[in-house]
């Protein structure tokens, strides 16, 4: 199968605009936010948004998502700018994507779920990772398959692979199945290899970084290990997990780094991230990462709370850690920092979570939270290995 074209090339930056919809279950003020995210991710894919739409309906329309008016609207303004590309917020159906297609020709149609996937096809950098991503895509495109899509690939030849009268479209969806069952054997075959590797680890205590996107895990992996990982201003700067050997005063323990979470993650994701995600499904002890400068920090936290849940990881020890106190400076009107701080150490200590607080740029705090760790690792490897005391 052919490579798909990438969102947009290094010489020369595509245009689009973001489309939201407010309905009676998701309000213009919570629409902003998420349209600020997709705002973002199209800038992480390397495009310019333009302009934003916002239509109000009770529920979205069947045929065209935003309705026939606010379509019109769009397609006038899409061609008086010449702009390259349409990205809407939520999910699109086959025939709704047929239908946008059919009123606005020439402008290629994406919706957030497809935008999360083709920044994670620009991502990838492992075999692993790549082959999670190319499942994901071929899960999301066999239910939007149409006669545009016959390109992709020559058709099968051979006595018996064509049956009489078989169309073109029914030839690319046999060929995409194909694909989709090569590629589940060949992740079976990786997640084998990764358990292998996972029981090789030894006696180890493993801790598993996790949190939303951007969050700062990377720049914390870096800190805690002392060793250069990945870490960028955008989302899913890293996609494969990394795991390195952390010692704490003469205590080593393992600590990964995991692919950031987001609202609205394409549930084929999930699935073809399976071994990827086992790295955190089989962790003895979570640090949750929170950007505690970002606006709607609340609902991130909550986000990845309920993947944990989705994926069975939710009932672990875990470390709320608030990063980037370091920009939390004048961003509340209500308080100083500090009051800020203990209002929400009081809240989550209530829950009892250990609550940390801390900049992962700072040395400083970075010291504090490996004495906290040592701590925390201790009690766990007293408890799984009372013979090995002689460590502590």
């Known amino acids: 199968m052919a490579k798909r074209k990438p969102i947009s090339?290094?010489?020369?930056?595509?245009?689009?605009?973001?489309?939201?919809?407010?309905?009676?279950?998701?309000?213009?003020?919570?629409l902003q936010e998420y349209l600020d995210e997709l705002a973002f991710l199209v800038s992480t894919a390397n495009a310019i948004s333009k302009k934003t739409f916002i239509q109000s309906l009770s529920k979205p329309d069947v045929r065209t998502f935003v309705g026939s008016g606010k379509l019109m609207?769009?397609?006038?303004?899409?061609?008086a700018e010449g702009i390259d590309m349409i990205v809407?917020?939520?999910?699109?159906?086959?025939?709704?994507?047929?239908?946008?297609?059919?009123?606005i020709e020439g402008v290629k149609i994406l919706d957030r779920p497809n935008l999360i996937l083709d920044i994670f096809a620009q991502r990838a950098r492992t075999s692993h990772a790549r082959t999670q991503v190319e499942l994901a895509q071929y899960q999301y495109l066999l239910p939007r398959l149409t006669n545009m899509w016959t390109h992709l690939q020559k058709q099968k030849g051979g006595i018996?692979?064509?049956?009489?009268?078989?169309?073109?479209?029914?030839?690319?969806?046999?060929?995409?199945?194909?694909?989709?069952?090569?590629?589940?054997?060949?992740?079976?075959?990786?997640?084998?290899?990764?358990?292998?590797?996972?029981?090789?680890?030894?006696?180890?205590?493993?801790?598993?970084?996790?949190?939303?996107?951007?969050?700062?895990?990377?720049?914390?992996?870096?800190?805690?290990s002392k060793s250069e990982v990945f870490a960028e201003d955008k989302l899913f700067a890293t996609l494969d997990t990394t795991v390195r050997k952390v010692v704490v005063g003469n205590l080593p323990f393992l600590l990964s780094d995991t692919v950031g979470f987001i609202?609205?993650?394409?549930?084929?994701?999930?699935?073809?991230?399976?071994?990827?995600?086992?790295?955190?499904?089989?962790?003895?002890?979570?640090?949750?990462?929170?950007?505690?400068?970002?606006?709607?920090?609340?609902?991130?936290?909550?986000?990845?709370?309920?993947?944990?849940?989705?994926?069975?990881?939710?009932?672990?020890?875990?470390?709320?850690?608030?990063?980037?106190?370091?920009?939390?400076?004048?961003?509340?009107?209500?308080?100083?920092?500090?009051?800020?701080?203990?209002?929400?150490?009081?809240?989550?200590?209530?829950?009892?979570?250990?609550?940390?607080?801390m900049s992962a740029r700072n040395k400083d705090d970075v010291s504090n939270l490996r004495n906290l760790l040592y701590d925390r690792v201790k009690e766990l490897h007293v408890k799984r290995y009372p013979y090995n005391k002689f460590l502590y």
């Not at 609207?73 to 061609?79: C, F």
């Not at 046999?174 to 992740?187: F, G, N, V």
């Not at 961003?331 to 609550?355: A, C, H």
């Open 9 to 30: 090339t290094a010489e020369e930056k595509e245009t689009c605009i973001l489309v939201g919809l407010a309905t009676q279950n998701q309000k213009r003020e919570q």
């Open 73 to 79: 609207e769009i397609r006038d303004y899409v061609k």
């Open 88 to 103: 809407f917020d939520d999910e699109l159906s086959g025939s709704q994507i047929r239908n946008i297609e059919k009123e």
């Open 160 to 224: 018996g692979m064509k049956g009489p009268g078989e169309k073109e479209i029914e030839t690319d969806r046999r060929i995409i199945r194909d694909r989709i069952a090569l590629l589940k054997k060949e992740l079976v075959a990786i997640d084998k290899q990764m358990a292998t590797q996972r029981s090789n680890r030894g006696s180890l205590i493993r801790v598993a970084l996790v949190g939303y996107t951007n969050a700062g895990k990377s720049t914390l992996m870096t800190a805690l």
């Open 263 to 357: 609202r609205k993650l394409p549930t084929q994701l999930i699935e073809s991230f399976k071994s990827t995600l086992d790295e955190t499904r089989e962790s003895d002890f979570l640090i949750h990462v929170i950007d505690v400068s970002h606006p709607q920090f609340e609902d991130q936290l909550a986000v990845v709370e309920r993947t944990l849940e989705e994926i069975g990881s939710d009932d672990k020890p875990t470390l709320l850690l608030f990063n980037k106190i370091d920009l939390l400076e004048n961003e509340e009107p209500g308080g100083s920092t500090s009051e800020i701080i203990q209002g929400l150490k009081e809240r989550f200590e209530q829950d009892k979570f250990d609550v940390v607080f």
